[in-house]
T-cell receptor, first 114, second 119 residues
């Protein structure tokens, strides 16, 4: 049972336009959400995060929006650049015993075309 | 800051041998490290959570006797794949969490990954 869902496996956007990557979750106990960017054969790179008590967090060209009632978050990249082409993973954080662990979506492959 | 290294970056071994992968946090102390594996075109699968000085916590379905994890210091965790078989071929990634257990923020920093191919 996928607790974190990224329903679009791929997205193609023109350079300069906005990229919107979506993520849905089912567990209302998640209290922190993160977006990671990953290139092939590399480890994920942290991009941006948001606490469940907020509805928006912005960092440069990246903005994450959280709609708790809908259990939905989205990552906006504007303007999109060819270097943004990568796989983007949404992850949700939950307490697990004495630790925290991340639950990952399946990723969305973003292609930004020049 | 927050750099995590992994060694080796790729390894090819014969079936039945054991392979050790190291994960180091270079500029911070990591009380908790995580080991993931990723199959082609699939998401990251958490294998185990490693806490310094204590036994690792394995996820359901992960054989702890096959995937030995040691977190001997605050900057080093190792994953040993014992008696490797071709089905163990995968991309193994570690991450380190610089915060305290139970902290409300959870930004994990990832290593570059290790590509294991078992012949």
């Amino acid at each position: 049972d996928q607790q974190v869902k990224q329903n679009s496996p791929s997205l193609s956007v023109q350079e300069g336009r906005i990229s919107i990557l979506n993520c849905d979750y089912t567990n209302s106990m998640f209290d922190y959400f993160l977006w990671y960017k990953k290139y092939p054969a590399e480890g994920p790179t942290f991009l941006i995060s948001i606490s469940s008590i907020k509805d928006k967090n912005e960092d440069g060209r990246f903005t994450v929006f959280l709609n708790k009632s809908a259990k939905h978050l989205s990552l906006h990249i504007v303007p999109s650049q060819p270097g943004d082409s990568a796989v983007y993973f949404c992850a949700a954080s939950e307490v697990a015993g004495n630790n925290r662990k991340l639950i990952w979506g399946l990723g969305t492959s973003l292609a930004v075309n020049p | 800051g927050a750099v995590v290294s992994q060694h080796p970056s790729w390894v090819i071994c014969k079936s039945g041998t054991s392979v050790k992968i190291e994960c180091r946090s270079l500029d911070f102390q990591a009380t908790t490290m995580f080991w993931y594996r990723q199959f082609p075109k699939q998401s990251l699968m958490l294998m185990a959570t490693s806490n310094e000085g204590s036994k690792a916590t394995y996820e359901q379905g992960v054989e702890k006797d096959k995937f030995l994890i040691n977190h001997a210091s605050l900057t080093l965790s190792t994953l040993t794949v014992t008696s490797a078989h071709p089905e163990d071929s995968s991309f193994y990634i570690c991450s380190a969490f610089p915060g305290l257990a139970g902290a409300t923020t959870d930004t994990q920093y990832f290593g570059p990954g290790t590509r294991l191919t078992v012949l």
